[in-house]
């Protein structure tokens, strides 16, 4: 009976030396996740133009905060140009004000937008970003960013970070919602006159940050389903 070559293991395909037990499993060299959830590459990064989508969200970003912030310091309708701004937004783009802010409330299509941004350009003299990150995973962002207002009828200076949560589709912005870290010192800081001015008395009077729309009588009716925009366009 012949005897097995010692330097032939009887078992090239399982235990052997030179190919071992994981060969063709997790091999030390490549993770056992490294086709899965690589966590430089998501699971999706090759799924549906992933990358060309962060790609081109990042370029459409830049694009909006650039024209919200020459939009808002040239004071608005009449004074600056939307069509960079509107250029952004998608048909039925969405934002979504904090309770608590003197412009809060839902601002619908880029015109209910337009109407919010001559509100920002009522009240702010300017805008400054500081600071800004960006998570972009495909068309789902959110960007925290430091901002410095100069607000316009008091020249106060308010420093604060806003968080945004934002959705693309086609290339343009279909909703956004922001919180502020201190929705409150907004209106301290553009003063409670400008604020009434510019937003319309509802925005002093409604704690909550829902919209109060007055009647003749004097009394407040509080309604949570239209926005601003519906009745104090500037």
């Known amino acids: 009976m012949t005897q097995p070559d010692a330097s032939t293991p009887s078992y090239p395909y399982e ?16 993770p056992p996740h490294a086709y899965g959830h690589v966590a430089s590459t998501p699971p999706h990064a090759y799924e549906d133009g992933y990358e060309d989508n962060s790609t081109r969200t990042r370029a459409l970003l830049e694009r909006f905060y650039e024209a919200e912030r020459a939009y808002v310091a040239a004071g608005g309708p009449g004074r600056a140009d939307f069509s960079a701004l509107a250029a952004c937004l ?10 608590g ?7 619908r299509g880029p015109a209910g937008l337009e109407r919010f941004m001559a509100v920002m350009g009522g009240l702010w003299q300017s805008m400054e ?7 972009v995973d495909g068309e789902e962002v959110v960007v925290t960013s430091r901002v410095r207002f100069t607000a316009r009828a008091t ?6 970070t806003i968080v945004q949560l934002m959705s693309v589709r086609d290339g343009r ?11 409150a010192a907004v209106t301290e800081t553009c003063g409670p006159e400008a604020v009434r001015d510019v937003c319309g008395p509802e ?22 389903t239209s926005g601003p925009a519906a009745d104090h366009p500037a």
């Open 203 to 224: 925005a002093i009077s409604d704690v909550c940050g829902r919209t109060a729309v007055r009647d003749v009588s004097g009394r407040t009716a509080v309604s949570g």
């Open 101 to 107: 802010l003197p412009y809060a409330g839902e601002w």
């Open 155 to 160: 020249g106060r200076v308010l420093t604060t």
């Open 15 to 30: 235990h052997g030396a030179s190919t071992p037990p994981h060969a063709y499993g997790h091999v030390a060299s490549t």
């Open 173 to 183: 912005i279909r909703e956004v919602r922001p919180f502020y870290w201190d929705p």
């Open 90 to 99: 998608a048909p039925d783009v969405v934002l979504h004000q904090s309770p």
């Open 129 to 135: 970003f500081l600071e800004q990150r960006q998570s």
